[in-house]
């Protein structure tokens, strides 16, 4: 399907408030499977391999001294403290994905993890969580164990909020009504790699992002004409909820 499709799906689909996106099956990671190396995806995947090269997650050069390096690198395992490759990298988001790329091409498709085949918006959330989201682990340290495919908040509480802090979107979005009647995830306005992306990794620009299913507002001057805050030249939707890039899609106060 078409990015622009599933968009409009997935909008029908959670103003049904149902929760199921997909019909296939979906695929999981064998647990044996290893860690292939971002190298191995690219030789097989040269579109997704090129586009990526371009987003802020292929540039990314983590700082030595990260106090989560989990969160900055690739398969950081817990027991010796090194990751697989810094960065964000294709598996952080796909899964171990060596199993994938040795099977029968009728196979490959059952062990490796597209975000847009999940069965549950939670799980796609969930590999974003991994590093956006400030957390504390049900049991144990973090991080928890987890790999794409799964349900990560069955593992983990949310913190509250806290202004100013970064690496906080899903604590942020999960309070919005963009989540909690909408059921959205990061992946209906971020895509990962694909063409034609823009910065901030959008799928389009503000406003058309925000006005595909806010049509109502698209006139600014109009909405905001009987409230304290009037639009101001150069406004645009995210100047007024979104300020600092906080994913709360609040209203302005009175
Ligand atoms: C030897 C070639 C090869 C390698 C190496 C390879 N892939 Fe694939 N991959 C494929 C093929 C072929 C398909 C399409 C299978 C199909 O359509 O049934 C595919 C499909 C996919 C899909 C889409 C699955 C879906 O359900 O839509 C993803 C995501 C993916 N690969 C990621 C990766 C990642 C990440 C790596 C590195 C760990 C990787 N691939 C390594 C050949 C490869
Ligand atoms: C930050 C997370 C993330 C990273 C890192 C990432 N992807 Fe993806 N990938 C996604 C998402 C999300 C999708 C679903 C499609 C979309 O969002 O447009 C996807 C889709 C795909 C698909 C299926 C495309 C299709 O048209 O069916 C392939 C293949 C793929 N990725 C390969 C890769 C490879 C290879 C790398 C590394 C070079 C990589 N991805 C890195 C998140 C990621
Ligand atoms: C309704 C659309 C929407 C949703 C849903 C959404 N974002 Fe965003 N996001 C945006 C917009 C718009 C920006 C601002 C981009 C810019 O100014 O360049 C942004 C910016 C960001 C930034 C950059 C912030 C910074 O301070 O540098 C990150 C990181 C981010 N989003 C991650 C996420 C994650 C993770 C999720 C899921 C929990 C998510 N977003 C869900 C629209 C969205
Ligand atoms: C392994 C950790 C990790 C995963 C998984 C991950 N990210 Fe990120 N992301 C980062 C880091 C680190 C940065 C860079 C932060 C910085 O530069 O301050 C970043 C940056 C971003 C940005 C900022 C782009 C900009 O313009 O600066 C967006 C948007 C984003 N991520 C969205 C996502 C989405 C959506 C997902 C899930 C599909 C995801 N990320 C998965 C670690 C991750
Ligand atoms: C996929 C559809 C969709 C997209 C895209 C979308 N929204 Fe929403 N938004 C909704 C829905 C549904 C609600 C809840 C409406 C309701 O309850 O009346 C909502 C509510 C809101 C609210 C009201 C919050 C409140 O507390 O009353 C604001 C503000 C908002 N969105 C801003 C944005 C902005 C800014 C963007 C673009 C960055 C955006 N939305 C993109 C569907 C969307
Ligand atoms: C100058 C600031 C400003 C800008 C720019 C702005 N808004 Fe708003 N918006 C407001 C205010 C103020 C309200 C609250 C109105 C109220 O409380 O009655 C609001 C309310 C909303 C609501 C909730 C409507 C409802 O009936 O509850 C949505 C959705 C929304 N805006 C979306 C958008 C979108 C989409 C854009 C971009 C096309 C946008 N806004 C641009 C200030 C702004």
């Given at each position: 399907m078409k990015t622009g499709a599933w968009i409009v799906a997935i909008a029908v689909?959670?103003?049904l408030g149902l929760t199921v996106l997909a019909q296939e099956p979906q695929a999981t990671i064998p647990?044996?499977?290893?860690?292939?190396g971002s190298k191995l995806c690219g030789m097989c995947h040269k579109d997704e391999k090129t586009a990526f090269a371009e987003t802020p997650?292929?540039?990314y050069v983590p700082p030595a001294d990260a106090l989560e390096p989990w969160k900055h690198s690739t398969g950081w395992d817990k027991a010796t403290g090194e990751a697989k490759e810094p960065?964000?990298?294709c598996e952080a988001c796909h899964g171990r994905g060596k199993t994938h790329a040795g099977a029968k091409t009728e196979d490959k498709k059952t062990l490796i993890i597209n975000p847009l085949n999940l069965d549950a918006p939670g799980?796609?959330?969930s590999i974003c969580a991994q590093c956006h989201a400030y957390y504390k682990p049900k049991e144990g340290d973090a991080p928890v164990a987890f790999t794409p495919g799964e349900n990560i908040f069955e593992k983990?509480?949310?913190l509250p909020v806290e202004e100013g802090k970064a690496m906080q979107q899903v604590n942020e979005l999960v309070g919005s009504l963009h989540h909690t009647k909408q059921h959205m995830t990061c992946i209906q306005c971020h895509t990962s790699h694909t063409e034609g992306m823009i910065p901030g990794n959008l799928r389009k620009a503000v406003p058309d992002l925000c006005v595909q299913c806010h049509a109502d507002e698209a006139d600014i001057a109009k909405h905001t004409e009987a409230h304290t805050t009037k639009a101001k030249e150069g406004d645009t939707c995210d100047t007024c909820?979104?300020?600092d890039d906080v994913h709360t899609f609040a209203k302005p106060p009175k």
């Amino acid at each position: 399907m078409k990015t622009g499709a599933w968009i409009v799906a997935i909008a029908v689909i959670g103003a049904l408030g149902l929760t199921v996106l997909a019909q296939e099956p979906q695929a999981t990671i064998p647990a044996d499977s290893e860690y292939a190396g971002s190298k191995l995806c690219g030789m097989c995947h040269k579109d997704e391999k090129t586009a990526f090269a371009e987003t802020p997650h292929a540039k990314y050069v983590p700082p030595a001294d990260a106090l989560e390096p989990w969160k900055h690198s690739t398969g950081w395992d817990k027991a010796t403290g090194e990751a697989k490759e810094p960065g964000v990298q294709c598996e952080a988001c796909h899964g171990r994905g060596k199993t994938h790329a040795g099977a029968k091409t009728e196979d490959k498709k059952t062990l490796i993890i597209n975000p847009l085949n999940l069965d549950a918006p939670g799980k796609i959330t969930s590999i974003c969580a991994q590093c956006h989201a400030y957390y504390k682990p049900k049991e144990g340290d973090a991080p928890v164990a987890f790999t794409p495919g799964e349900n990560i908040f069955e593992k983990i509480d949310l913190l509250p909020v806290e202004e100013g802090k970064a690496m906080q979107q899903v604590n942020e979005l999960v309070g919005s009504l963009h989540h909690t009647k909408q059921h959205m995830t990061c992946i209906q306005c971020h895509t990962s790699h694909t063409e034609g992306m823009i910065p901030g990794n959008l799928r389009k620009a503000v406003p058309d992002l925000c006005v595909q299913c806010h049509a109502d507002e698209a006139d600014i001057a109009k909405h905001t004409e009987a409230h304290t805050t009037k639009a101001k030249e150069g406004d645009t939707c995210d100047t007024c909820h979104m300020p600092d890039d906080v994913h709360t899609f609040a209203k302005p106060p009175k």
